[in-house]
């Protein structure tokens, strides 16, 4: 589960990291000719523009869709992003932006973009989300 793919159409690269990915299909939604989950490849990445490819991966809500401008990969600086939480509807709680999360048997590690923690209770990956929440059918 641990495989991570690259798309690229020559100006943009997306990657996509599943053990990230928590199913939420907001990528789908947005840009399903884009992003199709049952359809392999998956990601037909001449689909759209670069632009809307990168407005879309951006809305990723676990960060296991992320993009790098082809002439600046060896350049890559991490986005600055406002802080800010959103609560979304039956799922995750995602939090925007760098953040330092302190787990419970005191290591640390530093979380960049968006990061999605679990609301339901169920998920084996605490804090953080893995989609448990649509089998379980969270309400909140």
């Known amino acids: 589960m641990g495989k991570k793919r690259e ?3 020559g100006d943009v690269t997306v990657v996509w990291e599943a053990k990230k990915c928590i199913h939420s299909a907001i990528c789908a939604k947005g840009l399903p000719d884009v992003f ?3 359809v392999r490849p998956w990601v037909r990445i001449n689909a759209a523009t670069t632009e809307a490819i990168i407005s879309q991966v951006k809305r990723c809500p676990s960060g ?4 790098y401008m ?5 350049n890559v600086d991490e986005e600055t992003i406002e802080t800010k939480v959103e609560v979304l509807e039956n799922g995750p709680l995602l939090v925007y932006g760098t953040i330092k999360v302190i787990h419970k048997d005191g290591n640390e590690e530093i979380k960049n973009k968006t ?3 679990c609301r339901c ?6 804090p953080f989300c893995d ?3 649509v089998k379980e059918a969270f309400k909140g």
Do not use: C
């Open 7 to 9: 798309y690229t159409n």
């Open 36 to 38: 199709r989950p049952r």
């Open 64 to 67: 296991a869709l992320s993009y």
């Open 70 to 74: 082809n002439d600046e990969k060896d």
């Open 115 to 117: 990061t999605a923690f």
């Open 121 to 126: 209770g169920a998920s084996n990956n605490k």
């Open 131 to 133: 989609g448990t929440h």
